[in-house]
């Protein structure tokens, strides 16, 4: 009997919204959607449920016991506090790194072979507070860093060379806020290098790329800024990234993860190339920066890595 | 050229859900998300359109410029108050039917042959106002009505028979809300009737019938218990007419609509089985009613006709 | 780890159109296409291969050896002769009925626990035949019988009324074959009999029922005689069946069943409807059939019991 | 109404089979099967039509008149000839280019602006023929080239470095035929050049290209040996095609178009990166080659155009 069970940690707006991406698109057999509280699982939950019969064919059930996590593939954790707007993803972090570590503690408990997801913010920092609190491999651990950031572009790129966004070949690094930054130097449309692909109008390549840097930086911000909060478009990314563990896939997605001693940034997490599949990351691909992108590279690293330590004394860690 | 344009009326948390539900399916080619706030049409489409780069193939774009309506095959209304918890559906009546009047006003202008598709509460009442404030041809607008109630049926009776749910056919007529009934004198499991089918445990047919009725009409109002709204449930069913619409697929729902005069019931607008077209609603069938049910429907119809005539005075109709 | 694998054995016109089609609708996670000629099932899984690349998401393999197909969920068997065009089903029987037993001794070996889909004709008979010979339950057991059938009349009542097909319910059931005939008593568009429905034009449903009925019956036949044989509608049919099975749809299908004691027609295999699921034939629904159905359905079964039984002395039954 | 209508010529083994992809993957509207022959044409589209009510929603008809063309979007051509095991594809040049020349003089006829792709062989040759022959623009001409070969060999390297194919890219370019080459120098895994990958066991780059530009190019002469002809594998690529001109896709393509001038190989067809869309080959990328990578293609030219050059005096230009 092959049933693939994906649970989701977190009624509010991201953790619903995860729940009926993963409902909508079909990525698996069956979501448990968990909060706390049974009465907002129960109304997410069965609000997503209705579409079932219309357009879907699965199952969603509320739980408020972690048990109903058992046998779980993947989890994914939307835990925690959103940032008021103007307030950064860092600021977040006093009050989301305790709730993190206690949730650790329970998946450790009943699911310990699932492929964790964090969502929560600030991204980065609370996934390696995963790894260091949790008793599972750091491999089946991960968190959605910059899989957003580097579609956007892809998008963007793609509408502005009128190539499908699929051709696009970029990737967005680092940090998942501030600091990240697109790897321009292996940037290719197809199989061919950016560099040498004609650009629209009289734009310059040096432009084009400081105004895609600034717009995808921007871009969680000005939806921050209407709404209050994102929800839907983290929500794919988590579906999509569940999906390529639940197949197996082995795709390379740019998550949050403790990077490979080659790129010399120590014991932070940070969002780099990894390939995900069924063990979560399967393993990193080593990219090739040139001397500006590894200066970048370390400036995010020290970014996390400073902000992690804020919270020495906090009693999260020990 | 062959673009399928399908625009979304009011961006709140229906309006945003039926946007992304429309995005995740890939029901149209393109989704148009107005709302008169520009800032909110935007932060919600820019949410939704960070999906598309990692799960779908198609265009959403803000708008607080009806203009932009233009060339739409349907529309789905969301706008209008939702109701508080406790507050019934006809209660809103006074504040929504202003507000549609002067919506179908915007679109006779710019699109008037597009397929409206009302989804605010109460929705027949609304349907009727729209109907009647409208100078589009009647079948051009319908109401999503009981579809929602149909599909909660049949993935229940599905269950409890442990038959897929699009192996039961049984319709939810009437009032969206709490006159609405199954038609149990016309349901079959495949092509066998329900009273054919052998029943799980000792549960009489009876008995069945009255739980589920009961559960049925009361799960939207225990999902408004607990989120305060509902939005993912409702959404669906609107992707759902939408493809029907925009596939040309000439399959039945159970959509508010005017009923043919053979129902006898007059003038109000309520849920009957509706073949869904390009031409929006292209026929309705004429369900044979038992006695018991064709007292149900004339109750209901009662029930919405009081409701459209305590608007007299306010100005909304004449 | 969840995979679903699902094995065709034959790769002739009908089993590569099998694999073909469940690869592209991608039914399960692998398919394994067996043929006693390994450079057949090389030839023709290498050449599906190259659409998974460029459609698809799966995995099929080559294979001339029996032990590959342990694990199998469910298999399909599409061996023997296929009628030349103006020889009838029954003609083959003699040709096919040692085959099918001898296969089913492979797969009783290598997956006993695999759901058997029978596409290979005379479907019923052979149906039989397999039951028989096998070790495993006979709910395991099923043949691909009048699924084609009753999806063409659908789709030509849907057309002649101007409504979806899945909204036309009616079974086609009996032998595969000149005996089969719909239960036109049970039919039903939506909830509505089709006896309330309006017809197009002057048509009578006298006139309409037996038009159909033999416009049906001889659709098989003229494929033939313009192809020589028939192979992407079977092959969808497999793919449905295969589709109910590996994901426990527990939707109804008319198949080659051993009909339920209720209908009193003794030990033949014949299609009636059938809840098919991850354990093949979960149960049957029993049918209401007027006495003119009862009595086809009782010629359909003496007629598959006659060619059952001209095969005696053939040394395939034992 | 948007109906998106794709056109298939011919109707045997290729044919069919592309048929019977569009319909499975949904990748238009409707599909009219084309052959002289009414009874072929026929008998192939009634039996993919069986597949409509199980597994798809479309339409498919047969016809021979190529009035039912008008209204094309695109036309995949596949009549002519297929090469006999050790036949060479430039060998089938002689019988086919006679029937293309005429074939495009229907077309032009009845859809002179769809977009025409052709899957016939020598498929380079043919291409040229039909770009000379035709009243069309020629980027509304291609030929399906590569493709295939393309695929073949992203799955064969994502298996090897164990990545999904997507993330694997790479071109194979030039002829369809003897003469291809993949375009190593500007290969990449993700955003990582293949030489900084690394590679299973003790394989040096070296050896793995070589390996894999024989395997690649040995692979279709090992289909056709064993099955006589390959039907299902280039059914797919062209179905990949036309939903990416159905769509507007612009996505890049290795089809068979005449090169743009900067590549300096004058007036042959052969494949080369083109943004794909609604208006047939967008665009071509100009690739970077290397050195070796330029002679191979200009090698790649002259085999190609000497044989177009022999058929000189055969009546079919001019």
Same sequence: chains 1, 2, 3, 4.
Avoid at 24 to 32: G, M, P
Avoid at 84 to 113: K, T
Avoid at 190 to 209: I, M, Y
């Amino acid at each position: 009997m092959t049933s693939s069970i994906v649970s989701v940690v977190g009624a509010g707006h991201v953790g619903s919204a995860v729940a009926n991406a993963l409902v909508l698109r079909r990525a698996c057999d069956r979501v448990v959607l968990f909060d706390r509280s049974a009465e907002r699982a129960e109304g997410e939950a069965w609000d997503i449920a209705d579409a079932v019969p219309l357009l879907a064919e699965m199952d969603i059930t509320p739980s408020a016991d972690y048990a109903d996590l058992a046998g779980s593939e993947a989890v994914v954790i939307t835990v925690g506090a959103t940032p008021a707007p103007g307030q950064s993803r860092l600021d977040l972090l006093g009050s989301n790194a305790g709730i993190i570590a206690s949730v650790m503690g329970e998946l450790d408990r009943v699911c310990p072979e699932a492929v964790v997801i964090l969502v929560s913010n600030p991204v980065d920092v609370l996934t390696r507070i995963a790894i260091e609190a949790s008793t599972r491999p750091a491999h089946l651990i991960l968190g959605s860093g910059t899989v957003l950031d580097g579609a956007r572009l892809r998008q963007r790129l793609g509408e502005l060379l009128r190539v499908e966004k699929d051709d696009v070949h970029i990737y967005v690094i680092g940090e998942h806020g501030d600091s990240s930054f697109p790897v321009w130097s292996s940037a290719t449309v197809g199989a061919v290098r950016l560099e040498d692909c004609p650009l629209p109008g009289s734009t310059s390549l040096l432009q084009l790329k400081d105004e895609l840097t600034t717009a995808i930086r921007r871009r969680g911000r000005e939806i921050h800024e209407r709404k209050g909060y994102t929800s839907y478009g983290v929500a794919s990314a988590a579906a999509r990234i569940v999906r390529a563990v639940v197949r197996d896939e082995r795709r390379i997605f740019m998550v949050s993860v403790r990077p490979a001693e080659e790129y010399g940034v120590g014991d932070v997490a940070l969002s780099l190339p990894s390939v995900i599949g069924r063990a979560g990351v399967e393993r990193q691909l080593l990219l090739r920066l040139s001397d500006e992108e590894q200066q970048l590279l370390d400036h995010s690293a020290r970014v996390l890595d400073e902000a992690y330590r804020s919270l020495s004394g906090s009693g999260t860690k020990a």
